[in-house]
């Protein structure tokens, strides 16, 4: 078994304990997003054959130049989620290779994305700011369901809920009161009509937190494919 498969199951494992976990009331399915940013083609291809098929990159030219190597796999079901930061010069680039786009967090964006998209509509999330931190990216928890409302009524892209990236904090009780307040916006969107089925958050550091919590999609890095060279989504960000 190769070391990304053995990662997976171990994944896949932990993902399911954290789900047992859960009340019986609040127990439900949790998608798996492998991300692959800085990891070769090569490692999705292991990924895909040990069964994994949502893939997650944060740079547009990086992800869509493996999206071209790996074409042979999109009949047999590979997706491909955008989860970094975008610019809107490249917007047609995501829209025209991406599935998915979990870090919409500006109209300018959304209506670029949204122009730019053929075919079926693009799958999105609305990034929020959960951590009050003014250099992050990320929509503001208060205007966030307002902003939502604007982002579904583009034609070409299919608001299912909302992503965010918990700052890495010490003291637990932080981290789980961000998911929270995450967790509680998505259920008033729910309650709104907005049709919210995707809570994206939970990362390889805090993921079981996050299923606690009432994550639906996870997204593995570090867990899946192993260390990258720049250890913190943050820091990679900026970059
Ligand atoms: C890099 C990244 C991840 C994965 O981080 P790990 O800690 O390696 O699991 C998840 N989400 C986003 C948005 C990222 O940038």
Known sequence: MSPIESNLQQARRSIDAAIAGCAKTRQQEVSLVAVSKTHSADAVRAAFAAGQRAFGENYAQEGVAKIAVLSGLKPHGIEWHFIGPLQSNKAGLVAAHFDWVQSVDR????HALSARREGPPLQVLIEVNVSNE???????PNETLAFAREVAVLPQLNV???????EPAADTNLQRAQFQSLKSLFEQGRAEGLGFDTLSMGMSGDFALAIAEGATMVRLGTAIFGARASKSPSQERAA
């Open 107 to 110: 109209l300018k964006i959304a």
């Open 134 to 140: 003014v250099s992050k990216s990320g929509v503001a």
């Open 160 to 166: 299912r809920g909302l992503m965010s990236i918990i």
